[in-house]
């Protein structure tokens, strides 16, 4: 299986902040790599597919990079709906994974 | 607009079984690879099985392989998980998610989009 590993775990910043997330892959997954946007009580979202492409309707500051094991999700300047928790997801092959999260808290 | 509506969660003793249901309101369920995803109660995200367009294969996670059985029925718009021998760690909240699939720069990418509101499943005694 492969492994997702997130970090950090936990970040806080405060809003205008430029944040980066960083999701490591036990293994080479080109660009298979997935970005998910979690609020509490609620399913997740997806942001980002394919590493790098913004779904649609999700607001610019949102951006992905990376290929092979090593990606970043970067919010440019982060606004008080971005307060949330962020997963990684691999979709290179099954079992599908994710990493463990990343909870965003406001400072 | 798309929505899957969960429902069949509840309490359930160790060892039990429970089904779950998800309805897809839209009008392309037949098209589409469906998944299954749980979440612990203050977890993260785990996959744990999915079914191709025509239900003719499927995949599971290694922790509920033998236990749980992944099905849908395209022309009722529904996809089920049947959960049998239930254990206390599968409490979770568990979604249906649709396998979103669109081609970029020549490759096929996928991910879950749109994902139910969930529904609880509880195994305890």
């Known amino acids: 299986d492969i492994q997702m590993t997130q970090s950090p775990s936990s970040l806080s910043a405060s809003v205008g902040d430029r944040v980066t997330i960083t999701c490591r892959a036990s293994?080479?997954?080109?660009?298979?790599l997935n970005w998910y946007q979690q609020k509490p009580g609620k399913a997740p979202k997806v942001l980002i597919y394919g590493a790098t492409s913004l779904q649609s309707g999700v607001p610019s500051r949102f951006s992905g990079s990376g290929s092979g094991t090593d990606f970043t999700l970067t919010i440019s300047s982060l606004q008080p709906e971005d307060f949330a928790t962020y997963y990684c997801q691999q979709s290179y092959s099954t079992p599908i994974t994710f990493g463990q999260g990343t909870r965003l808290e406001i400072k | 607009e798309v929505q899957l509506v969960e429902s069949g969660g509840g309490l359930v003793q160790p060892g039990g079984s429970l089904r779950l249901s998800c309805v897809d309101s839209?009008?392309?369920?037949?098209?589409?690879?469906m998944h299954w995803v749980r979440q612990a109660p203050g977890k993260g995200l785990v996959w744990v099985t999915r079914?191709?367009?025509?239900?003719?294969?499927?995949s599971y996670a290694d922790s509920v392989k033998g236990r749980f059985t992944i099905s849908r029925d395209n022309a009722k718009n529904t996809l089920y998980l049947q959960m049998n021998s239930l254990r206390a760690e599968d409490t979770a909240v568990y979604y249906c998610?649709?396998?979103?699939?669109?081609?970029?720069?020549?490759?096929?990418?996928?991910?879950?989009?749109?994902w139910g509101q969930g529904t609880l499943v509880t195994v305890s005694s």
């Open positions: 998610t649709r396998g979103a699939t669109t081609m970029v720069r020549g490759v096929y990418h996928n991910w879950f989009d749109p």
């Open positions: 839209g009008f392309t369920f037949s098209r589409y690879w």
């Open positions: 079914i191709n367009n025509d239900g003719s294969s499927t």
């Open positions: 293994q080479s997954i080109s660009n298979y």
